[in-house]
């Protein structure tokens, strides 16, 4: 027979908070990979200094987010 594990309803909540977080994880990351794909785009058209410099910042902002959700401190 086969036996069942029960989990608590913390259990359950702890485990779909970590798929989230997780998830937050990997949309940052795919956020972060865009930007850093437009910033050499810019880069290579010869883009305005302020233009590279706010794509630069957003980098940076995501960079923070998603060291604050891994667990680090930004």
Do not use: F, N, P
Not at 32 to 59: M, N
């Amino acid at each position: 027979m086969a036996q069942i594990t029960w989990k608590s309803k913390a259990e359950l909540d702890a485990e779909a908070a970590e798929r989230q977080k997780q998830a937050d994880i990997q949309a940052h990351e795919a956020a972060i990979k865009e930007r850093q794909q437009a910033y050499v785009a810019l880069l290579s058209t010869g883009a305005a200094q302020a233009e590279l410099d706010e794509c630069k910042a957003e980098i940076q902002m995501l960079m923070q987010s998603l060291e604050v959700l891994r667990g680090g401190t930004a």
